[in-house]
Nanobody, 115 residues
């Protein structure tokens, strides 16, 4: 079973940027689709971005501000977040979205956007 460890969360002001990282304990090259979820208190979990070998998809709420990427050599998935807004405040998780590790995710990293 592959395990994920997210990092990079922090408290930033509106308009700021953060880069989240998700390090896998094993190879992610065989995981066709990877993604980042977020969950804010009292809200449903939201898939904000996903990536395959040739395609990226984003929730409307983050389109144009967030960029997902993956480095299969280093078994890491990234989420670059720009122009952050208070409504982006949440715990962010990476997760395998396909294959035998489907649903596996890490502990999450807290992102807080506040003046």
């Amino acid at each position: 079973q592959v395990q994920f460890v997210e990092s990079g969360g922090d408290m930033v002001q509106p308009g700021g940027s953060l880069r989240l990282s998700c390090a896998a304990s094993g190879s992610i090259a065989s995981i066709y689709r990877m993604g980042w979820y977020r969950q804010a208190p009292g809200k449903q979990r939201e898939l904000v971005a996903s990536i395959t070998s040739g395609r990226t998809d984003y929730a409307e709420s983050v389109k144009g501000r967030f960029t997902i990427s993956r480095d299969n050599t280093n078994n890491t998935v990234y989420l670059q977040m720009n122009s952050l807004k208070p409504e982006d405040t949440a715990v962010y998780y990476c997760s395998a979205l396909s294959g035998p590790y489907y649903g596996a995710r890490g502990q999450g990293t807290q992102v807080t956007v506040s003046p």
